[in-house]
């Protein structure tokens, strides 16, 4: 899927639209946390320790999830994987229409 389309996708299935990030904590290790904007600055709050972190962009994608969420890597593999399903999913009902 081209990125152009990402919106058009977005606003047809009532998704919010996001930027997933992925934070290093020296505390808690790697967390990812879904916000509607990018983070203005290079560093960004730890959720669970309120510590500083560099944060990497992991993209931009459609959430049915209210908005900001994080997940500990540790504590769930289906993080990415869910959202990737659900594009999966949404790919796989447009086929069918
Ligand atoms: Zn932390």
């Known amino acids: 899927m081209a990125c152009s389309a990402l919106p058009l996708q977005i606003a047809e299935n009532n998704l919010t639209h996001c930027h997933y990030v992925s934070l290093h904590c020296r505390k808690d290790g790697e967390i990812r946390i879904a916000l509607q904007e990018a983070p203005a600055s290079e560093s960004y709050h730890c959720p669970l320790c309120q510590a500083p972190c560099y ?25 990415r994987e869910a959202d990737r399903r659900l594009w999966l999913d949404l790919k796989r009902r447009q086929v069918q229409a």
Not at 57 to 74: A, D, M, S, V, Y
């Open 55 to 79: 944060w990497i962009p992991l993209g931009e994608g459609g959430t049915l999830r209210p908005l900001p969420f994080w997940n500990r890597i540790q504590d769930s593999h289906s993080f």
